[in-house]
């Protein structure tokens, strides 16, 4: 069983960056993939960035690319997510994910992942 916990939400204006963390804990002791998705109130879950054990493979949905930047830090079992030039549409709550077993087609679907956090709240006002 792997616990995830994200932080480093809140409410920024327009223009703003924030810094997300996850820590995974548990069991950890397997190369794994994480990702970070988010859901804004009466839309899917949305594909924002994936990173792969190694950190060779890094993937960016479409909306993000050039503002955000995944990282991970394996020795603390934690993953980031930088996010400059922050607009309005990126208000959601933002999901921290982590897979075992995968291939890398798999990480652009929430549905892949064997776990998830709690979620923490992005707010980015006009």
């Known amino acids: 069983q792997v616990h995830l916990v994200e932080s480093g939400g809140g409410l920024v204006q327009a223009g703003d960056s924030l810094r997300l963390s996850c820590t995974a804990s548990?069991?950890?002791?397997?190369?794994?993939?994480m990702g970070w998705f988010r859901q804004a109130p009466g839309e899917e879950r949305e594909f924002v960035a994936a990173?792969?054990?190694?950190?060779?493979?890094?993937y960016y949905g479409d909306s993000v690319e050039g503002r955000f930047t995944i990282s991970r830090d394996n020795a603390e079992n934690t993953m980031y997510l930088q996010m400059n030039s922050l607009k309005p549409e990126d208000t959601a709550v933002y999901y921290c994910?982590?897979?075992?077993?995968?291939?890398?087609?798999?990480?652009?679907?929430?549905?892949?992942?064997?776990?998830w956090g709690q979620g923490t709240q992005v707010t980015v006002s006009s």
């Open positions: 548990g069991r950890t002791d397997s190369p794994y993939a």
């Open positions: 994910e982590l897979v075992a077993r995968y291939s890398d087609y798999d990480l652009w679907t929430s549905s892949s992942y064997d776990y």
């Open positions: 990173i792969t054990w190694g950190r060779n493979n890094i």
